[in-house]
């Protein structure tokens, strides 16, 4: 395409003149067969006006057209830098250019590095490392998808539109490839930081604004209770299984994860006035505080194991991708015919533990130290008195059930 093509006209929005005779200037970028408007962000008097430019010889003319001048300028520079790399250049792409640079708009991955650099400052206080790393991949597809599809090296917030976050979620699964799951996640760390930038003020209208990725149905993630029995009665071939057996069972019975496990020591035992021992600790993913009462089993485990583990630590644990090796092993051996991680034993506290038991979901919330109970969209605050009463009754009905305890079968002297 000719730079002749490409064309930058000024016109005046006289249907919002104000009480001093001046209109807001607005310019109309041509190129090609493509067209877009744009605010000039500047007054200019109606009655200087002529045929795109001010009429005149004050100051106020000549600097309002040395600012035309300058956006005809910038326009035409960046569609010469565009079409270099690029076959086609819309008139579009070059106003979102045009506005971040002539303007010094907020622009999303500028604003995107600043929120991770901010939010790495509260790792270890109420943020995780892990969730760092999550905002820096998304931030890398994000840039990525800038560079490779629209040819860009950042774009402003006032550029974001549905028609943006459709074209990444398509990026995402076409180009990159990535798992229906871990779309979910990019998408929903992006629009966390525009959430930010909404709040505050840099932008007024929400992209993702019916929005709505698909979503993979979901797997069951918990054991059933056939499968939780044959892997609490199943012998196995050494003390090592048998002891990632337990810390497995400790989850599925407290709901605990395995980094809130890990950290577990003594001192996060209590004991009530009527004799019920808890768990009282604060959640590492979430900074949220949760108690547990501890039923029968994961009491058990807990004088199975005093005293064997270093550094005043509750249990003695593997490390995770040890114990999701071990649980690959348990698996097989109990004939358990579908991956096991360590993760499923705090689904099971939230289904056949607690919920399918009747304990009301409030109190399961509180005994997980979760923020907000997303599934139900109800927030509560649920006391010690009311999750000691729901697990009185969990008692009773767990005991009716059988799940409490379970027997030990003898291990073979076997080597794992």
């Given at each position: ?14 249907n919002e ?6 209109c807001?200037?607005?310019?109309r ?25 001010a ?10 057209n ?13 569609y ?22 002539a303007?010094g708009?907020e622009?999303?991955l500028?604003?995107?590095?600043s ?22 991949c ?13 040819r860009l090296?950042?774009i402003p ?15 995402l ?11 979910v ?41 056939e ?12 003390p ?12 599925c ?20 006035d ?21 039923l029968?089993l ?21 490390g995770?991708?040890?114990?999701n ?8 051996v ?21 919920l399918?038991?009747g ?22 605050h649920?006391?010690?008195r ?14 009716s ?16």
């Amino acid at each position: 395409m000719n730079y002749e093509d490409v064309k930058v006209a000024f016109y005046l929005k006289v249907n919002e003149t104000n009480a001093e005779g001046r209109c807001p200037v607005m310019g109309r970028l041509t190129i090609g067969g493509s067209e877009c408007v744009f605010s000039a962000k500047m007054l200019a008097p109606r009655s200087l006006w002529v045929s795109g430019r001010a009429k005149g010889k004050s100051a106020e003319v000549i600097e309002i057209n040395r600012r035309l001048d300058e956006l005809r300028a910038s326009a035409l520079a960046i569609y010469r830098e565009q079409s270099v790399v690029r076959e086609r250049v819309t008139a579009e792409e070059v106003k979102c250019l045009l506005l971040g640079m002539a303007f010094g708009q907020e622009t999303l991955l500028d604003y995107f590095h600043s929120f991770i650099e901010h939010f790495e400052k509260r790792v270890g206080i109420n943020r995780t490392i892990k969730s760092v790393r999550t905002y820096r991949c998304a931030y890398e597809h994000v840039e990525r998808f800038l560079s490779e599809r629209l040819r860009l090296s950042d774009i402003p917030f006032s550029a974001l539109d549905r028609s943006f976050i459709d074209k990444f979620d398509l990026y995402l699964r076409t180009e990159r490839k990535l798992a229906p799951n871990t779309i979910v996640l990019y998408m929903s760390r992006l629009h966390t930081v525009i959430n930010k930038a909404i709040a505050a003020g840099i932008i007024t209208a929400d992209p993702f604004s019916g929005y709505e990725p698909p979503r993979p149905e979901r797997k069951r993630r918990y054991l059933t209770r056939e499968e939780l029995q044959r892997l609490m009665t199943t012998p196995f071939p050494s003390p090592r299984l048998y002891l990632i057996r337990d810390l497995f069972l400790f989850s599925c019975y407290t709901g605990i994860s395995y980094g809130d496990m890990y950290r577990l020591t003594a001192a996060n035992l209590e004991m009530a006035d009527d004799g019920t021992t808890w768990i009282k600790a604060t959640r590492e993913k979430t900074n949220v505080e949760f108690e547990i009462p501890l039923l029968d089993l994961p009491l058990h485990i807990i004088d199975k194991y005093r005293d064997t583990a270093p550094d005043g630590k509750m249990l003695p644990m593997y490390g995770n991708s040890e114990l999701n090796k071990g649980l690959k092993h348990l698996a097989t051996v109990c004939g358990i015919d579908r991956k096991l991680t360590f993760h499923k034993a705090r689904h099971n506290f939230g289904t056949h533990i607690t919920l399918s038991l009747g304990v009301p979901i409030e109190t399961v919330s509180r005994m997980m130290g979760h923020r907000r109970l997303m599934t139900t969209q109800i927030y509560a605050h649920v006391t010690d008195r009311k999750v000691d009463e729901d697990t009185k009754q969990l008692r009773k009905l767990s005991a009716s059930r059988k799940l409490e305890l379970y027997e030990e079968p003898k291990a073979e002297q076997a080597n794992d």
